[in-house]
């Protein structure tokens, strides 16, 4: 599947998801819907800025504008003088000199992996991967 599709079905589930929340007047299901449409967005902004890494990937404008496969990625575990390098939805991030991605850690997640549902269900709607350097994309 690729990012446009990805698109398309975020923006499909909006689109059911607001057409449940107009009937619904149970505040424990409204806000579980609510939640969904937060992650929604949350994905929505991580594919743009996949599309935007694309787009610059093809200009290399991006530090190395390396493309990954995952036995890569899994070289950049942060041992050995490695760098500690992360993926989230395609993109793949620079987590060396992050103070929460300690010792190449974070709460139990180990660098040199794709992180793309943890960090979905523990940073949703956050505005944490801007503040990330972007180093490439994974192969598709
Ligand atoms: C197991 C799931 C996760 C939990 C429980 C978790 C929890 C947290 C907590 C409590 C903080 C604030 C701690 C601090 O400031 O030291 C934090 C910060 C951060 N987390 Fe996570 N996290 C998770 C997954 C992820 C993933 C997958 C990423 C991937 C990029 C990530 C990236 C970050 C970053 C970059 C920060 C620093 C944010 C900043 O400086 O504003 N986290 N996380």
Redesign the pocket.
Known sequence: MNDRDRINDNLNEMSDTIDCLYTTANSCVRNKLLNHLRRNVSNLSMLVQGLQIGESTNSSQISTGRLFTPDELAGYNGKNGNPAY?A?NGIV?D?SN????GGAT????AAGAD?????A???AG????G??KMVGKMKE
């Open positions: 992360v989230v991030y987590v992050v103070a929460a991605w974070h709460f139990g997640l992180v793309t549902s943890q960090f269900s523990c940073h956050q505005p944490i991967l503040k990330l």
